[in-house]
């Protein structure tokens, strides 16, 4: 190699093509790998990535590839410190939190490039004002999520069921998830009782393109995703929690509650019993 290329600086910059929109705000809650909860969100794309041509054809595919950054994590400016904090050994979750295994070895968000990578069921692509927004389902992602780029999910290259998992060979096993009637009461006081008309968890549509009414804009449809609260947002609440997004070192603590933010409510929920979660307080931001 030459001085030359020695000197080189070792990153790259890439930009910013769109952002992720989604009822989650903060990290605790959001599922640890994409497509575990049926999560409806929207990716806003920004100018002059928004353009409906740059989409034209995506609508024949079901699945689609997102590269992200995991922008929640600290980001040193300089690069010699961040050569200098890489951790080349992680302790995942899966493995009870106590278990170190090497960082290309994992899923962690630690990365070298702060980089995700997931696949996500594509619902379909609205036309707003002329802009475009990919309502999808199944993300990891958190809302603010900067989206780096998108890719077409083609089956035959892409699926391949012979492949071998290491030590997350099935899904996570499900926590059973109960709900106090207080707590109840509080969610149907605070849920909206009709399902918005542009954006619905429950929309059979499929990988279609849809140009919205006129009134509609992005922030109003941004606004329904982020924090208007449904009724339909109870089953999604549960399937989140049932993840069971504690810490592994106090998955045995009874009685210890935590909160997932979830929209415009803080959910708060505690272990009750061995795989049993209750849920105990919804509670406006």
């Known amino acids: 190699m030459s001085d030359d290329n020695m000197s080189l600086d070792n ?24 497509n575990l909860v049926a999560l409806t969100s929207a990716i806003e794309m920004l100018a002059p990535y928004d353009t409906p041509a740059a989409f034209e054809g995506l609508e024949a595919f079901s699945h689609i590839w997102i590269s992200w950054q995991f922008h929640h994590n600290y980001r040193h400016k300089d690069n010699n410190q961040a050569n200098s904090s890489f951790r080349a050994q992680v302790r995942p979750p899966r493995l009870g ?33 002329g802009r475009v927004l990919l309502i999808i389902k199944g993300a990891d992602m958190i809302d603010g999520t900067p989206i780096i780029d998108i890719k077409p999910y083609v089956a035959y290259s892409d ?38 008309a542009e954006i619905s968890n429950n929309d059979a549509s499929h990988s279609s393109v849809k140009s919205v009414s006129k009134s509609a804009t992005v922030a109003s449809m941004v606004e329904q995703i982020q924090s208007q609260l449904l009724i339909s947002d109870i089953e999604a609440i549960k399937a989140l929690i049932a993840q069971d997004p504690r810490p592994a070192y106090r998955r045995k603590e009874k009685e210890t ?18 795989g049993q979660l209750q849920i105990t307080a919804v509670v406006a931001i």
């Open 11 to 34: 990153s790259h910059h890439v930009p910013i093509i769109g952002y992720h929109r989604a009822p989650l705000s903060q990290k605790f809650g959001a599922p640890r790998q994409p």
């Open 97 to 129: 939190g106590n278990q170190k295994i090497g960082i290309f070895a994992s899923r962690s968000m630690y990365r070298p490039s702060e980089l995700g990578l997931s696949v996500v069921k594509l619902e379909r692509i609205e036309i707003v004002q």
């Open 159 to 196: 699926a391949l069921p012979d492949a071998k998992s290491g030590f997350a060979p099935i899904a996570p096993a499900l926590l059973e998830v109960v709900m106090t009637e207080t707590a109840y009461e509080q969610f149907m006081l605070l849920a909206s009782v009709g399902e918005p």
């Open 257 to 274: 509650s935590f909160i997932m933010r979830y929209k415009s409510v803080d959910v708060s929920f505690w272990l009750i019993d061995l």
